[in-house]
């Protein structure tokens, strides 16, 4: 709404009530056709505007599907609707502002259209913070240049709230595989910033798991030594060594259990216990 009012001049109905509709869309003959997002204005019954939102990042999409989209979801709701494209390249937001020809006598859609053009330039973090939806869309239109994706990261930083994930996952997913590399890189080499990313999430992720089971390693290790040492075993420099150093887990447990009744050394790690130390 901030998009089509602030930027685009849209006389839109003044509500506090927005809500998100579904996106599929069902036509008579049965055929679902799904946009981005709708967001619907005002009440329930009955809405008062729906707006329709499509981030387009080239020209692959036939025009006159986003003339069915305001069509089906007028049908659907009985309320106007607006069509928004979002484009990051300026060659596909001006193919995209031409009035569409639906092929219906007299139906013609002028989608409104936002370009790289109309998006502000954010590189104050603070601006960021204020604006957070805007500077999304800064990052996809302008995030080449790296101190916009730099005052977003920050920006995201500072919210630290259950919306900042999803304002990333936004500006990743509509950004350019370009742009997307700075996000990855801005992110992954900052201890302080939360891990919003795909790429820093699989990571992240991943070294969580290594964590988890390097910890359970070295407590099964206090464990043995713990057990070994109530025994009254004497344990030579290079044998504590052995254990210490192992990350088997399996292993770990296994001369644990050994460890309880075993009668010395030897018989806890020869070769029937599985492993000459």
């Given amino acids: 709404m901030e998009v089509l009012r602030d930027l685009l001049g849209v006389e839109l109905p003044a509500t506090p009530l927005v809500r998100l509709e579904k996106a599929t869309f069902n036509t008579r003959r049965s055929d679902d056709i799904e946009s981005d997002v709708v967001v619907v ?38 309320c106007d609707v607006t069509v928004l494209l979002v484009c990051p390249d300026r060659g596909v937001a001006d193919h995209y502002a031409q009035p569409i020809d639906s092929g219906l006598t007299g139906y013609r859609l002028q989608a409104q259209v936002l370009g790289p053009d109309d998006i502000p330039v954010i590189t104050d973090p603070q601006e960021a913070v204020a604006r957070p939806a805007m500077a999304i869309m800064a990052v996809m239109a302008h995030g080449r240049d790296r101190k916009v994706v730099e005052a977003f990261a ?42 919003y990313s795909p790429f820093a999430r699989e990571h992240y992720g991943r070294g969580q798991a290594e964590g ?66």
Avoid: N
């Avoid at 939102?53 to 069509?71: F, G, H, M, N, T």
């Avoid at 990743?172 to 891990?195: C, F, G, H, K």
């Fill in 41 to 78: 204005l005002g009440p329930p019954e009955p809405p008062a505007h729906a707006i329709i939102v499509e981030v387009q990042q080239d020209k692959s999409k036939d025009p006159k599907q986003l003339a069915r989209y305001a069509a089906a979801l007028w049908l659907m709701l009985r």
């Fill in 154 to 195: 920050m920006a995201l930083a500072e919210l630290r709230d259950e919306h900042a994930a999803k304002y990333y996952e936004y500006a990743y997913s509509m950004s350019a595989p370009d742009v997307r590399r700075l996000l990855e890189e801005i992110i992954m080499t900052s201890t302080t910033w939360p891990v």
């Fill in 212 to 277: 988890k089971a390097e910890g359970k390693a070295e407590e099964a290790v206090r464990m043995l030594l713990l057990v070994l040492g109530a025994r009254g075993f004497d344990i030579p420099d290079d044998m504590r060594t052995r254990i210490s150093t192992c990350a088997d887990l399996a292993q770990l447990e296994s001369w644990t259990t050994r460890a309880v009744t075993a009668q010395s050394l030897e018989d806890l790690f020869d070769e029937t216990g599985g492993q000459h130390l």
